[in-house]
């Protein structure tokens, strides 16, 4: 029931978004030092590293001033973990430690306590409300864990949480979905097109859905405009992770907004120089929130831009103009010239005999591109219409051998992965702009 400790902050978590541009700046600066304040007294890494680089946690006192703090990375946290970057005075038993991904092959605990994962979930809830849930509707979670439910409410009919399994196959988790009649549907963009798929556009509609909810992984325009077309909904995505929660979230409108009361984004080039909106580099990311584990500038793998239009929705949450990808997921030419990954996908996932696909870029930068298709169709075509293509996109540039395959590996978290690259352009810094 930790819901109710934070309850009484239910008010100001709503009235966050709406607060003006400078009210919002003051409030993130004041938990900026609050923070900062809190890693040099508790936190080792944080302590020795401010007092290597000259920092003094007291002169950081606007937004602008995080400039001066070094970029914090995936690598960084494994050589310190637990001791050095978990702050000192954290009661153990009020935490719990989750593992990530690992999605680029590192896995990495995150430190959460009770109390700020409850305050993630009314963050959650904001999003939700927001855009039309009421707590008496059901949500269908299609993933690998089930949701974390509350019993006493579930009894009462509040906040239903369904737990439909990743692992099944597509027509069953349909035939669930029917018996449950959720009003909300909630998985990954890729979970979701099969589902789209298995179920078609006469059965989408009866289901009545209210919208669906799309999260973890690239929602492509071409994946979004299927899914509102089968179901007859709008599809809100959101840009979250296991160490922040909410990092942006879509209005009414859907555009992508900054939880600017949870975490401060910043958009940086290779050089750790901070990019005007509109162009796109390496996002950095620092939690306001987590002091059990700190995150300040952390590095989260993935390429956007942040933008600096207004939404008409008039939240003043400021708008990230697009997450364009992981900076592993960057194809790479024998030039060096770097391919974003959406480019590549937009060419396959537009095929309509596509039912799922990967592409890897090996070592010598050949392609190897795993097809599933759908059942009634000829793969030669398939092959050649992607080799055709792609050959077109890198001016034949790469070697592309198109494979038929009957299912794709989804790893242990279930997230898919359109694009990999084994490239040695991995772990670096970022794709280079
Ligand atoms: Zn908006």
Redesign the pocket.
Known sequence: MRYLDHLYHWPVIRRNQWRKPDELAAMQARALRRLIAHAYAKVPYYHDLFDSSGVVPGQIAALDDLRSLPILTKDIILANYPDRIIASDVDWTECSARMTSGSSGKKLDVVLDHSVAALYRLMQLRQLIDVGYKPWDKIAYVRFSPPVTNIMLQKVNLFRRFFVPLEWEPERQAIEIFRIRPQVINAYPSVLYLLAKTIGKDDGALLGLKFLLSNSELLTAHVREYLEDVFQCKVYDDYSCLEFSAIAF????Q?L?VAADNVIVEVLDDDGRRLPPGVPGRIVVTSLNNYSMPYIRYEIGDVGALSDKA?????S?P?LEAIVGRCDDFLVMPSGEFIDPQTVVFQIETIPEVKEFRVVQQEDQSLVVSIVPERTVEFRKIREEIGVKLNVLFNDALRVDVIETRALDRGPTGKHRSIVSRTSHQGRAGPGF
Do not use: I, K, V
């Open positions: 879509e209005c009414r409108m555009n907004h939404c008409p929705c008039g939240r949450f708008l």
